[in-house]
């Protein structure tokens, strides 16, 4: 396996949205209806391949249009998962076309979109990465028959288990749902990886508008723990059989 590649475990970014949003010329009507939603995704530094023509509703029907998009001085270098926003203009109207591009980190082997097995981000990450090593399954209960997945028990707020999942309402943001652990647990994964070097990535928000700072640390006591520290929470996240780089 080569050196320098990266785990992804998103407490789990749109791709690309194509919407006729401004007003027509005089002999044509936008209607309000249902945006057109087009995916896409890029690796960081590379530029999309934009559509070449998007569907607009008139008052006479609805027909596919040529689009110019601006590309000029956009970069696309946002952070993993994130999404660059690109304008464009329909032939010979006003009507103004948006594109959100998400990016995509290079080098996966694992993308784990947590809770959200119909995950939009882990769909361009299967694509966009041909070594991804959980491209069967955005996240998945780890058994005795797979090679990863968590491990921790899953059920309601009252359960006696390990941690419940917070509701999903967006497919294309990996930040929307996830996991949150039960007091005194913890939120584990299990995932097989070959003997080197890995670098892990993990993903946490705060879905309840607490305002909590989050610092990440490596005690020298204890060099296969991270300790996540916020205002009012004390988190740790353990790696076991890790070689950490320097």
Avoid at 76 to 90: E, L, R, W
Avoid at 95 to 121: K, W
Wanted: proline content about 5%; charged content about 20%; some cysteine.
């Amino acid at each position: 396996m080569r050196k320098g590649k990266r785990i992804i475990a998103a407490a789990t970014a749109a791709v690309l949205i194509v919407t006729g949003i401004a007003l027509p010329t005089s002999s044509r009507t936008v209607l309000a209806a249902e945006p057109e939603k087009v995916t896409a995704a890029v690796h960081p530094g590379q530029t999309p391949e934009l559509p070449e023509k998007v569907t607009v509703t008139t008052e006479t029907g609805v027909s596919e249009e040529p689009v110019a998009w601006n590309l000029e001085g956009v970069e696309f270098d946002a952070d993993p998962f994130k999404c660059v926003t690109v304008t464009g203009t329909i032939e010979n109207s006003d009507i103004q076309a948006v594109a959100e591009v998400q990016i995509i980190p290079e080098n996966l082997e694992y993308m784990i979109d947590c809770n959200n097995t119909q995950s939009e981000t882990w769909k361009n990450a299967v694509a966009l990465g041909a070594d991804l090593l959980n491209a069967d399954a955005a996240d998945q209960k780890k058994t005795g028959t797979n090679n990863w997945g968590y491990s921790s028990s899953v059920g309601a707020s009252g359960d006696s288990v390990d941690m419940t999942g917070y509701g999903q309402s967006d497919l294309f943001n990996p930040y929307q749902g996830g996991w949150w652990a039960h007091s005194g647990a913890d939120i584990t994964y299990k995932l097989t990886l070959p003997a080197g070097e890995h670098q892990i990535l993990a993903g946490c928000t705060g879905w309840w508008s607490m305002g909590r700072e989050l610092l990440l640390r490596e005690p020298q006591e204890h060099p296969s723990l991270i300790t996540m520290e916020t205002e009012s929470r004390h988190m740790e996240v353990r790696f076991r059989n890790l070689r950490w780089m320097a």
